[in-house]
């Protein structure tokens, strides 16, 4: 905050995640107990598809809606509210110019408007909902087009509202997906300074990114090692939290709302473990979590990661007596299909396949392995703290805190992987990794949760009335699909004829 009085705005897009809606609302009131004047910018049920209504459901709009005025009313001071759409008739007639039809996803992947990169936008958002990330263009062909309209629309109302005010900072969740890349890509197009809020490393706190994606490999290394130089705490306390983190990893405790290892028997390693060979554990992880976020995270040794554990196993099936390779599935696998079926029909006599629902304990093979290659998976890092040599098949966000290896080619790693006197590299920067994400973010002070996703502001609840939100959920249960379906393209058609008419 400044001393100078400021015009800051907001553009509430996720008022049904409640713990980002709470970061709103808890930056707003900091904003208005500074003095500052404050626009919030809300959708009315404009967006033909979003990332908390994928199928623009009216009741899922209704519901959206209440708890925005919900939230908005339990804030102390004048706050002006309007809402986002501002379209031009040069907008609203260029809206039937955009591409909507795609070949691939990388043909959808290089479509930009202007500034925006709104393929690649489309694609984080669609894939992370279909969660896969070899998206079909053509059976999601209308979510496609829904999206880019919806994307233009957001992009072109947020330029046209910072043309005619003045702002000094726009602030805005995620930046990632589509609607919330479209106003980041409007405020570089108009030079207006934005901040970017996300979750932390609590269930209570947040942080904040001035001008950049939180998810910027290079921004988030500078933040770790800055956090790590600069804490108030002192060493030990620092060490005892870097090392906290990694331990309650390793111990099934759950770390930002999941645990993965609950379910694993502590210790368990397979029943053809052989301790006398070189024993490679691969941890992959879901491509879509990652390889859409941008290009940064695109992959630079293989085209995914199929490729990449298939080349791995193939390479070192000629020296099967002396290496043998184990892949742990993801548990976030278990029920995609799309992601798992590739995985079983792999099938080599030097590969044993660990299912994602297996009991055999991902720490113990860490633990014995003589070397760990991940693909994302933060599996990588924690392999570094535990003094393991941890190679890396693909981008991941602690890349440059060297304590993994990063290889440039398959060649590279591979060296990597024969090389039997491999050390592990410092855990200095495994250690920046675990403290800033056991101890960094901000406080909020009007939230309170009850666990890493769902609380309250000010002690109540942001949803509306519960007996609507059951009848939703009895309708989405009971209602066929079919029938639900014709619903959406009646809403979507209807809301597109409004906002082209007004």
């Given at each position: 905050?400044t001393?100078a009085?400021?015009h ?5 897009t ?8 709470a970061?709103?609302?808890e930056?707003?009131q ?6 500052d004047?404050?626009?919030?910018l ?9 990332d908390?209504?994928?199928?623009h459901?009216p ?6 809606q209440?708890?925005r ?9 004048n ?10 008739e040069k907008?609203?007639a ?20 202007d500034?925006y ?5 489309v ?8 969660m896969n990330?070899?998206l ?9 087009r ?6 233009f629309?957001?992009?072109r109302?947020v330029?046209?509202?910072l043309r005619t ?12 997906m589509?609607i ?6 409007a405020?570089?197009?108009e030079s207006?300074p934005?901040t970017?809020h996300e979750a ?9 990114y ?11 290394t500078?933040m770790m090692q800055?956090h790590?130089?600069?804490?108030p705490?002192a060493?030990?306390?620092?060490l005892r939290k ?5 331990t ?14 609950e379910n ?8 053809d473990w052989?301790p ?6 691969i941890?992959?992880s879901?491509d ?28 070192l ?6 290496y043998?390779v184990y ?11 799309n992601?798992?079926?590739p ?9 044993t396949?660990?299912?994602p629902?297996?009991t055999i ?6 633990q014995?392995a003589?070397?760990v ?11 570094a703290?535990?003094?393991k040599?941890?190679i890396l098949?693909?981008?991941?966000l602690?890349?440059n805190l ?7 080619s398959h060649a ?5 992987l024969l ?7 410092p ?5 920046q990794?675990?403290?800033?994400y056991?101890s960094f ?10 666990n890493f ?13 519960k007996?609507?939100?059951r ?11 079919s029938i639900?379906d014709a619903?959406?393209r009646?809403?979507v ?10």
């Amino acid at each position: 905050m400044t001393n100078a009085k400021q015009h800051v705005v907001f553009f509430t897009t996720h008022p049904l995640f409640q713990r980002h809606f709470a970061t709103d609302l808890e930056l707003i009131q900091n904003h208005r107990d500074a003095g500052d004047d404050v626009t919030v910018l809300y959708c009315n049920a404009s967006l033909l598809a979003c990332d908390i209504n994928t199928y623009h459901e009216p009741a899922q709009c209704y519901l959206c809606q209440k708890t925005r005025t919900i939230g908005l009313s339990l804030l102390d001071g004048n706050v002006n509210q309007q809402p986002y759409l501002h379209l031009t008739e040069k907008d609203k007639a260029d809206i039937a110019t955009l591409r909507t039809t795609f070949t691939s996803a990388a043909d959808l992947q290089a479509y930009t408007v202007d500034n925006y990169d709104i393929g690649m936008a489309v694609l984080s958002s669609i894939v992370s909902y279909v969660m896969n990330a070899d998206l079909d263009v053509k059976a999601h062909a209308s979510l496609i087009r829904h999206y880019i309209v919806s994307g233009f629309m957001a992009y072109r109302s947020v330029q046209n509202f910072l043309r005619t005010t003045k702002v000094d900072k726009f602030y805005f969740f995620n930046g990632r997906m589509a609607i919330v890349r479209a106003i980041m890509r409007a405020c570089q197009s108009e030079s207006v300074p934005f901040t970017i809020h996300e979750a932390a490393g609590t269930d209570d706190s947040y942080s904040l990114y001035d001008n950049a994606l939180p998810h910027s490999i290079g921004l988030m290394t500078n933040m770790m090692q800055r956090h790590w130089e600069q804490t108030p705490d002192a060493p030990d306390e620092r060490l005892r939290k870097a090392e906290e983190w990694f331990t309650n990893r390793a111990h099934g405790i759950k770390v930002n709302g999941y645990s993965f290892v609950e379910n694993q028997q502590r210790g368990l390693l397979p029943s053809d473990w052989n301790p006398n060979k070189q024993n490679i554990v691969i941890f992959n992880s879901a491509d879509f979590e990652f390889v859409w976020v941008s290009e940064e995270y695109q992959h630079h040794i293989y085209q995914n990661q199929l490729d990449g554990i298939t080349s791995i196993i193939a390479s070192l099936l000629s020296q099967k007596e002396k290496y043998h390779v184990y892949l742990r599935i993801h548990p976030n696998l278990a029920r995609l299909e799309n992601e798992l079926r590739p995985l079983l029909q792999i099938h080599s006599e030097n590969l044993t396949t660990i299912l994602p629902n297996d009991t055999i304990s991902s720490y113990a093979l860490m633990q014995h392995a003589s070397k760990v290659i991940t693909f994302g998976s933060t599996v990588g890092i924690e392999a570094a703290y535990w003094g393991k040599p941890s190679i890396l098949g693909g981008k991941a966000l602690y890349q440059n805190l060297e304590s993994t290896y990063a290889p440039r080619s398959h060649a590279e790693l591979m060296a990597l992987l024969l090389n039997e006197t491999l050390s592990p590299l410092p855990s200095q920067g495994a250690l920046q990794y675990g403290y800033f994400y056991n101890s960094f973010g901000i406080p909020l002070k009007n939230y309170q949760a009850k666990n890493f996703f769902a609380g309250t502001y000010k002690n109540k609840s942001l949803f509306p009335n519960k007996w609507f939100f059951r009848l939703f959920t009895a309708y989405k249960r009971v209602v066929p699909q079919s029938i639900q379906d014709a619903v959406n393209r009646k809403h979507v058609a209807s809301t597109l004829r409004r906002t082209l008419s007004k």
